[in-house]
């Protein structure tokens, strides 16, 4: 069955340091993708970056990259000059991989990191 | 563009009510999904559609039901609320078109309490 695991229920980091949230992956098969979603306070889901198993470098996106170690199957978030406006619910989640459901896009979600930053 | 919406944003019932939560999308995706998200437990796929017409159940379906009419719109039903669908509902959408990252995109939530 297909896991995703977020074994840091809450992280602190002070203003403008860098933080490392991890997230691990268990499947089986060769082809899957994995997101990371921002929640703040206010409750909306926000994308922040996407790493394909295929894909040869690691994701980045401004402020935020993607340590993928394919064969730890970790899939760690890494958030540099951490800003206040970073506080919030960070969600790991994984892709279904096509030979269970089809072609659905339906993700599999970890519990969940609440990054707090401290000024 | 409004992206993903959804009515209510809030709602109490009590226990035994019927409710419909209405998700509307204007990115024209094929893919839509309802979540549930609980403390300490993620989202929790109730059910979801691949397209019009089309339905089929998630991890947690039991006590709800949906409907997919119009591509642009994805209903969830309950018809007798029980206190243990107290919980955060979002409504996600997604494109099929391969070869993309096809991120799912998140309405702003409704939050309903069963009393």
């Known amino acids: 069955a297909q896991k995703i695991t977020q074994t840091q229920p809450g992280m602190f980091v002070q203003e403008k340091e860098a933080v490392t949230l991890d997230c691990t992956y268990d499947t089986s098969d060769p082809s899957y993708g994995l997101f990371w979603y921002k929640q703040p306070s206010s409750g909306e889901m926000i994308f922040l970056i996407y790493q394909g198993s295929y894909d040869q470098q690691n994701a980045t996106e401004g402020r935020y990259s993607l340590n993928f170690q394919k064969a730890r199957k970790s899939a760690n978030l890494v958030i540099s000059a951490s800003q206040l406006g970073d506080s919030a619910m960070y969600f790991c989640?994984?892709?279904?991989?096509?030979?269970?459901?089809?072609?659905?896009?339906?993700?599999?979600f970890g519990t969940g990191t609440l990054l707090a930053v401290q000024p | 563009n409004a992206g993903v919406t959804q009515t209510p944003k809030f709602r109490v019932l009590k226990t035994g009510q019927s409710m419909t939560l209405l998700c509307a999308q204007d990115?024209?995706?094929?893919?839509m999904y309802w979540y549930r998200q609980d403390p300490g437990m993620g989202l929790r796929l109730i059910h979801y559609s691949v397209g019009e017409g089309t339905t089929a159940k998630g991890e947690v379906p039991d006590g709800y039901n949906v409907s997919r009419l119009k591509k642009q719109n994805f209903l969830l039903g309950l018809e007798s609320a029980a206190p243990s669908q107290t919980s955060v509902y979002f409504c996600a959408s997604s494109s099929s078109v391969t070869g993309q990252h096809n991120e799912q995109f998140f309405g702003p939530g409704t939050r309903l309490t069963v009393l």
């Open positions: 990115m024209n995706h094929e893919y």
């Open positions: 989640a994984m892709r279904e991989p096509f030979r269970y459901g089809g072609a659905t896009n339906k993700l599999i």
